[in-house]
C-alpha cells in the first residue's frame, strides 16, 4: 500500500526568524526619519527656549487682548527695536520694579493725549485701537499732552479704566515714560488658552513700520514636523512586522502540495 509524502515549504524570505523586518531600504529610510525628527524636534525647541520666555499674567489690565490668568511667549528683543503698538514685558523701579505687560502708544519725539472723539492722539493723529473693549473709551478721564523723552516709551493697558500704567505715572520726573532698556521682551502670542498670535495693530502704521512677528510660527512648525517624522520612523519596524505575520499566515493557508 503505498503512502502519501506531503511537503511543507518554509515561507519565502526567513520564514519566523528574529531578524531585522522590513527590507533594508525601509530600514534606512525609518532611521533617517527617526534621526531627521530627533534634530527638527529638540532643535525646535531648543531655538524657542533661547528666544522666548513664558509669561503668566496677573491681573487684567490688557484684557480682551490678554485675560487675568493668561499664559504667553514673549520674544526677547532689546528695547531699541520695541515699536508702537508692541505688547511688552518690561521692569521699572518706579512701577514697582516686578514684570508688567503693557502696549507701548509713543516713542521718543512723539507728542501723545487723550481723547479726541473718545480716540487716543499721537502726534496729531487719531489712533484706531480696535483691541480695545468694544464699546471703551480710550481713555476714562483723559489726560494731557505728553511729549515722550528720547529713548523712552508711553505705555498703556487695553483695559483702560483699572490699568495702572503711564497715565499714574504722569507727575512722575519722566511723565510716565518707561526707559527702552527697561523692556524684556515683546508678547507674541497667547497659548493658554490659544488664542493665537497677537495681531500687529494697524492704527498705527500711518506713523512709521510696525514690528513684525517673531519667528514662533517657524518654530512651531519645526517641532511638528519632527515629531512626525520621529513617529513615522519608529513605526516602520511594527508596521513591517505585521505586513510580514500576514503573509507568512496567509503562505501557511495555501494547500499543500502532494506527490
Known amino acids: 500500500m503505498g503512502g502519501e509524502s506531503m511537503t511543507h515549504t518554509a515561507p519565502r524570505g526567513g520564514g519566523t526568524g528574529t531578524g531585522p523586518v522590513g527590507s533594508r531600504t525601509g530600514q534606512r529610510l525609518s532611521g533617517l526619519a527617526v534621526a531627521l525628527g530627533l534634530v527638527l524636534f529638540l532643535g525646535g525647541f531648543a531655538w524657542g527656549a533661547v528666544l522666548y520666555r513664558p509669561y503668566t499674567v496677573p491681573t487684567g489690565s490688557m484684557t480682551p487682548t490678554i485675560d487675568a490668568g493668561d499664559r504667553m511667549l514673549a520674544q526677547r528683543v532689546d528695547g531699541g527695536d520695541v515699536r508702537r503698538g508692541d505688547v511688552v514685558v518690561f521692569k521699572d523701579a518706579t512701577w514697582g520694579n516686578v514684570p508688567m505687560v503693557k502696549r507701548v502708544v509713543a516713542i521718543g519725539g512723539d507728542t501723545v493725549s487723550c481723547c479726541q472723539d473718545g480716540r487716543l492722539k499721537v502726534n496729531g493723529k487719531e489712533i484706531d485701537e480696535p483691541y480695545l473693549p468694544k464699546g471703551e473709551p480710550a481713555e476714562i478721564t483723559g489726560f494731557p499732552t505728553v511729549t515722550v523723552p528720547e529713548g523712552r516709551l508711553f505705555l498703556l493697558g487695553d483695559e483702560r479704566g483699572s490699568s495702572l500704567d503711564s497715565t499714574a505715572h504722569l507727575t512722575d520726573a519722566a511723565s510716565g515714560t518707561v526707559a527702552r532698556s527697561a523692556v524684556d521682551a515683546r508678547v507674541d502670542s497667547v497659548v493658554w488658552p490659544m488664542k493665537g498670535m497677537l495681531e500687529r495693530p494697524t492704527g498705527f502704521e500711518p506713523l512709521g513700520a510696525l514690528s513684525s512677528p517673531g519667528p514662533l510660527r517657524t518654530i512651531t512648525a519645526l517641532v511638528i514636523a519632527g ?7 519608529g513605526a516602520y519596524g511594527p508596521i513591517a512586522k505585521r505586513a510580514g505575520a500576514a503573509r ?12
Open 227 to 233: 515629531a512626525v517624522l520621529v513617529l513615522g520612523g
Open 248 to 259: 507568512a499566515r496567509r503562505a501557511n493557508a495555501e494547500p499543500a502540495s502532494a506527490r
